[in-house]
């Protein structure tokens, strides 16, 4: 049996993975990423729009501070988030963006004097000071208060991997790519590495490590139109699944975002609309201040993705090929915007469409694009279970985003985890032991047997058979809206099919570089983690955020102010629930200021909103009056305050 020694083990080499294993290789600790790809190429890469973080600088950003940021993910989540978390987040982001900038990212910068922009469909100048020239600017993104989203024209996660994965370089975190972690190696206690498989020479090899950290992306590909890459599939959530141990946190919780085109599913940024781009219908009428006067097409995606579908079955989509589909017009920003701001997009609709979309309407519709859900952590990364084994990024429930995570507030979650979480991952490798090396013969030898079988099998299913069915389910069943009748029925195919998986024939005999195995190893665990989808969304009986239940539509705090736990156990699916606190939440449940103000009140809330304005009034200083109301932990190196401009340091 091969065997690799490393302090820290980081599977995944997006944005989250390499600032994890930055801040452990830059605490002198033995540090090693594994990838499918090269890490340059992780989904990452794909992050067109910007990056959430309270910096100010931009006159459209003037006021904006960590309590208005806290307050837009809050509000963004539907209070399905962890507020301390939340909490943590606002206060590192801008440290992480100005680190980023240090670190190469040629971020976008504030240009003193006049300059034109279009805002709800008019065109305004806005005039920046002096003082902010050259400094770094934001976009209106993500339905926030205040112009918060940093960006480096539409190529923000590309600049900004680029930047991370050279700084990765220059430390000389070795990446190993076409790796594939298939297994956590553990004792129920402790995870102590994984079991990996090169997806070139088809070797199992056993990485053994003191902590293991899944940041390994989204499961987007369970549906079969996303505008995630090919090959954000949820193997890592599936490790972690298998286990037993280790929960999914609210897995059901899905984001479909507004503006993928059609019908490939490739997205078209959000920036599109903070740039001032309008949503039109079949009759080009701009129909969403019809339903959302006030946040129009920047209210958060969750309810604009539900707008355009009520849209669309009003029979006000146009019709297509693929099914109907609405506009996003961003002829009105100008060739000279486009080509500037907007390049990616104006490349995507020239190769992908066919059209310039400075001159034509670019055709969209809602389509599968974040996962909230993911590994289940604690407020330091590391799950509750199972010792050692830490999840950042997409793949995790670190859960700052609840049932909707705000435009920019993922690309900022990737490096402010991975620099937060990347702390206390350097410290546990400090305290717990290295891997050991018996647990692992015996995992590699489990999976050993697994691809054997397949393998020898003279009769079988087909692995890329069952996948084409999973994601039709996916896609039928457990989209934007979901109802109870539609959602046990996709629970009981899937069921179906995961029992079908266990007798998978490999026809392709070959062990090494064979993409029929591949897809064999990966569809058993897609299907656990797409059975955590179905078995959660049933099971909740309410609409929140992303969620939405056509036979629950009010949000539920009274019964469903909690997290979604999914296990693997005896076969299936085992839900278990963590409680949120009222009593402890800086920001007590209320109305988000967009869609439907509909809730069914926690009882605790009205007491919780007394004392939270007592405290309010009682503190004139913003820093004492948050700390009273709800404290947090951070790394002693992220604890000191944010500069602003304008502000008294
Ligand atoms: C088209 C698009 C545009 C977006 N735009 C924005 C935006 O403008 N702003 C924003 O805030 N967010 C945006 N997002 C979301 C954001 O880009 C992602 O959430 C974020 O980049 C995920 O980063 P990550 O490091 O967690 O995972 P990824 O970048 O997906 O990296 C996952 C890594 O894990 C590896 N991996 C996966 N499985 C395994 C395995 N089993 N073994 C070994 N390695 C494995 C992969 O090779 C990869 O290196 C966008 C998302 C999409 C789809």
Redesign the pocket.
Same mark, same amino acid.
């Given at each position: 049996m091969k065997t690799i020694y490393t302090d820290a083990l980081v599977?995944?080499? $997006? #944005? !989250? $993975?390499l600032r994890v294993a930055i801040a452990c290789k830059e605490r002198g600790l033995d540090t090693l990423i #594994?990838? #499918?790809?090269p !890490?340059k190429r992780?989904?990452?890469a !794909? %992050?067109?729009?910007?990056?959430q973080a309270s910096l100010g600088n931009s006159i459209k950003g003037m006021g904006d501070n960590e309590d208005v940021h806290f307050q837009d993910t809050v509000k963004g989540s539907d209070w399905g988030c962890d507020q301390k978390v939340a909490r943590m987040f606002a206060h590192v982001a801008p440290k992480a963006v100005r680190q980023a900038s240090a670190w190469g990212v040629p971020w976008s910068r504030v240009k003193q004097g006049d300059r034109k922009a279009i805002v709800n469909a008019e065109t305004v100048t806005i005039t920046e000071s002096k003082e902010a020239h050259g400094l770094i600017t934001a976009r209106d993104f993500g339905g926030t208060k205040k112009w918060r989203t940093c960006y480096t024209a539409d190529g923000? $996660?590309h600049s900004m991997l680029y930047a991370m994965d050279n700084k990765a370089i220059s430390l000389g975190i070795p990446v190993h790519e076409r790796?594939?972690?298939i297994a956590l190696i553990e004792d129920g206690e402790r995870c102590h590495g994984a079991v990996v498989r090169d997806l070139v020479t088809g070797e199992l090899v056993a990485y053994l490590s003191r902590t293991t950290t899944i !940041? @390994?992306?989204?499961y987007g590909r369970l549906w079969s139109v996303s @505008?995630?890459a090919i090959?954000?599939e949820g193997?890592?959530q599936g490790i972690a699944l298998e286990t037993g141990k280790v929960a999914l946190g609210n897995p059901e919780a899905i984001q479909f975002h507004p503006t993928a085109i059609v019908p490939v599913g490739i #997205?078209t940024?959000e920036g599109c609309r903070g740039d001032g781009g309008l949503l039109r219908d079949k009759d080009g009428h701009r129909f969403m201040p019809d339903y959302e006067p006030e946040k129009k097409e920047l209210a958060s995606r969750d309810v604009v993705s539900r707008r355009m579908t009520e849209h669309m079955r009003k029979g006000k989509g146009v019709d297509s090929p693929y099914g109907p589909h609405l506009w996003l017009d961003i002829t009105l920003l100008g060739r000279e915007h486009i080509e500037k701001n907007l390049r990616e997009v104006q490349e995507i609709c020239q190769y992908f469409l066919g059209i310039d979309p400075a001159e034509e309407w670019i055709p969209v519709r809602p389509t599968q694009?974040?996962s909230m859900g993911g590994v289940r952590t604690n407020e330091q990364g590391e799950a509750p279970n199972l010792k050692g084994l830490f999840s950042v $990024?997409? %793949?995790a429930c670190w859960d700052m985003h609840g049932f909707n995570r705000l435009?920019?507030?993922?690309?900022?979650e990737?490096v402010v985890a991975g620099m937060i979480v990347g702390e206390y991952v350097a410290d546990a490798c400090e305290q717990y032991p290295m891997g050991e090396v018996t647990l692992a013969k015996a995992k590699i030898g489990e999976q050993c047997d697994d691809i054997d079988a397949m393998l020898s099998r003279s009769e079988g299913e087909s692995a890329f058979e069952l996948r084409e069915q999973m994601e039709a389910i996916m896609m039928d069943k457990v989209g934007i809206f979901r109802t109870g009748d539609e959602l046990a029925l996709a629970v009981s195919e899937l069921r179906e099919l995961n029992q079908r998986a266990q007798n998978i024939k490999v026809s392709n005999q070959k062990r090494h570089a064979n993409p029929e195995l591949v897809a064999a190893i990966r569809i058993k665990k897609m299907l656990k983690v797409a059975l955590s989808v179905a078995v959660a969304a049933e099971a909740r009986t309410e609409s929140r955020g992303a969620h939405s239940r056509e036979d629950y539509p009010q949000r539920n705090d009274r019964d469903w102010l909690k997290r979604s736990l999914a296990f693997w156990r005896n076969d299936d699916i085992e839900l278990e629930y963590e409680q949120l606190d009222v009593n402890e939440m800086e920001l007590p449940p209320g109305y988000r200021g967009y869609g439907e103000d509909n809730a069914i009140a926690h009882p605790d809330t009205e007491a919780r909103l007394a004392q939270v304005e007592q405290t309010n009034a009682q503190f004139e200083n913003r820093f004492e009056r948050q700390q009273q109301l709800m404290s947090y932990e951070l790394p002693a190196n992220l604890q000191p305050k944010n500069q602003r401009l304008g502000e008294e340091s």
């Open positions: 599977i995944g080499g $997006g #944005l !989250a $993975g #594994l990838s #499918l790809i !890490a992780s989904h990452s !794909a %992050a067109q729009g910007g990056m923000t $996660g790796k594939e972690a !940041a @390994t992306g989204g @505008t995630n090959i954000c193997t890592g #997205l940024t694009h974040y $990024g997409e %793949a435009g920019g507030n993922s690309l900022a990737t």
